[in-house]
């Protein structure tokens, strides 16, 4: 009997378009390959600043085309996305709540993650706003204070810290970023290649 396929490691940050993108299509890939998927929450500005990077929107030069091309991967990805006023944001809170679901029930955790990536770039909903970020909260089946307590907690705090920490060691810097039998994959444009590497293997 073969052994089972290793799954897929996918970082991703509640505040990045591009990183919503592909939690749209990332499970459906794997599991047409076999494959589970390990979700992620990490903090993007942790990572920027390990690799002495900013976001691409925080550069004049390259914000325009930026927010072009969000909206124009979302459109080719056949997902619905509308850029938020207020972007990007923190998101801490949502990313100590994730950890938290995670601890007890990973599938209920990447369920967070999808609820909050839509509510934000599908629907504008403020994740960096506590009275915002609870009626989410709600809306998934939490008791708003629960989730206050929890985002507030030393507990999910070092463990969104020790999440970020342990994928700078392992090299990432960006979101979405893959691991797949250890090779990493940054961005959502990866996708063909990451579709060649689990139908093909290593090329």
Known sequence: MNAPQRPIDFYFDFSSPYSYIASEWIEALAARH???VNWKAILLGATFQAAELKSPVSYPLKREYSLL??????????????????????????????????????????????????????????LSD??????????????AMQAQDIWNDPQWKAALKAANDAAIALGVFGAPFFIIDGEPFWG???RAQIERWLEKGPF
């Open 69 to 126: 091309d969000f909206e124009r991967s979302a459109r080719f990805a056949g997902v619905p996305l509308k850029l938020p006023e207020k972007f990007p944001i923190p998101t801490q809170n949502a990313a100590r709540i994730f950890w938290w679901l995670n601890a007890g029930d990973p599938a209920r955790a990447r369920e967070w993650a999808r609820h909050c990536l839509r509510a934000y770039f599908a629907r504008g909903a403020d």
């Open 130 to 143: 506590p009275a915002a970020l609870q009626r989410l909260a709600t809306d998934f089946g939490l008791d």
């Open 188 to 190: 959502n444009d990866r």
């Open 34 to 36: 076999g494959r589970t």
